[in-house]
């Protein structure tokens, strides 16, 4: 059972980090991924393999004193409306496929976030 006050304080401090790296993200790796979305032929994981060699990349140009999980997981949301708002016909698609790889990638990362705050 998750408490909705602790949900708030977590999203709370991520918009407030993904604000910062908004501003970071350069419009042609939002464009690039826009195209790979597009692209019909490309499979469910190659699309998110594609997102995660972005998130790494962009990663790379973070802070040394962020936790790398926690900038991972900013930066995708962050793309994930940056390519939505781009081209939102490709919602639901940058949608499913952003979960899926936040799922993947980040599931221990959200817990261990949870456990912090509730303490």
């Given amino acids: 059972e998750v408490n909705e006050e602790v949900v708030r304080i ?18 042609r790796v939002v464009n690039d991924l826009v195209q790979h979305f597009l692209n ?4 469910r994981e190659e699309i998110t393999r594609r997102m995660s060699e972005a998130v790494e990349g962009l990663a790379r140009a973070i802070p ?16 994930t409306k940056k390519i939505a708002n781009t081209m939102p016909s490709l919602l639901h698609r940058v949608f499913s496929t952003s979960l899926n790889y936040i799922s ?16």
């Fill in 40 to 43: 019909e032929n490309l499979s």
């Fill in 104 to 119: 993947q990638q980040f599931h221990n990362y959200i817990v261990r976030l949870v456990s912090a705050v509730k303490q």
């Fill in 64 to 79: 040394s004193d962020m936790e790398q999980e926690k900038a991972m997981l900013v930066l995708t949301m962050v793309l």
């Fill in 10 to 27: 977590i999203a709370a401090q991520l918009a407030e980090i993904g604000d910062q790296f908004d501003k970071e993200i350069k419009a």
